[in-house]
């Protein structure tokens, strides 16, 4: 068999699109090993099998111990590694991205260095969420209290429809036990669409700290994109499971999160949303078929690594060669 040194590393075409991965995966309290081309997470109760290439994020949580080999695998598979806190409620540290093309984090700079073209993001981004409503001509304070009433209208409606007693948003940052249940179950939801929009972000190349909404914080892109799929996915999860049973809330939110994200398609949705503020105009590979032919331009990995030189006037010139003129300076 193949040693874990003589496997050469998966070229672009190689590694499984985001899409097609599951969202995540949470382990706590286990061994992460490796076996052929499966992660291994050994405990108390047996050995689980994770086939490494269907994984977008690998979640660890207190109690993981992982092994060299299993994240050579992870890396060769192009999945996402994040140590996380008890109930996933708090990032460490995060692994290596899926993707080796710089093509939308420069889209993103560039649209994060300028601050016009920062704040039409943030109104496309608010138009996303609230498509009834014309963020056009609105300051970044006005789309703060838009967004803060459409989110607490969304509290309320979600409790009304579940019959969960809600009494307004409540909790410590860093503790997730001191709020109430229906506290727990929306932070518990907030961290895992957080996990997942790194997840994407890490997949596609870009910053996850250049945000146009958040700012200040290394996972700022992440709170913006996590922040798009709130008052429909999130919340309305958070509410409904907590109407099910208000025992063992945090494991349970994180799992029916997880179908609810595979059920709708977030993975590619998410993949699109990203791709289509950073590159406005551009047909993605989901929303062409809208009467659109796609354009993968830019957008799917290249048949091998691409690296270029900067040149003049914005230009690119061939890499790997020598560039120079016989003059010496």
Known sequence: MTTVGQRRPSGPRELTRVGDRSSFVYLERCVVHREANAITAEDGDG??????????ALLLGPGTRVTHQAMSLLGESGAAVVWVGEHGVRW??????????????????????NP????????????????????????????????GDRVKACYRREAARTGVTWRGRRYTPGDFTSGDVPNQAVTAAGQCMYGVAQTVIAALGCSPGLG??????????????????????????????????EEDIGPRVRRALRDRIHTTGLLDRCVDDIR??????????HTAGRGEAPDHTGYDEPLRDRVTL?????????????HGDGIIW
């Open 116 to 147: 016009r073209s920062r704040l039409a993001v943030a109104r496309a981004m608010y138009r996303k969420r609230f498509p009834d409503e014309d963020p056009d001509g609105c300051s970044r304070r006005r789309l703060l209290g838009l967004e």
């Open 310 to 322: 900067q040149g003049d006037g914005g230009t690119e010139v061939e890499s790997g060669r020598n």
């Open 276 to 285: 289509e503020l950073l590159s406005p105009g551009a047909p993605t590979p």
């Open 92 to 113: 460490y540290s995060g692994g290596r991205a899926l993707s080796r093309s710089a093509h939308l984090v420069e889209a993103q700079a560039v649209l994060w260095a």
């Open 47 to 56: 050995v689980r099998h994770l086939p490494s290439a269907t994984i977008g």
């Open 212 to 245: 146009f909404v958040h700012s200040g914080h290394e996972l700022s892109f992440a709170l913006d994109i996590a922040d798009l799929y709130k008052t429909e996915i999130g919340i309305p999860v958070a509410f409904e499971t907590v109407a099910e049973d």
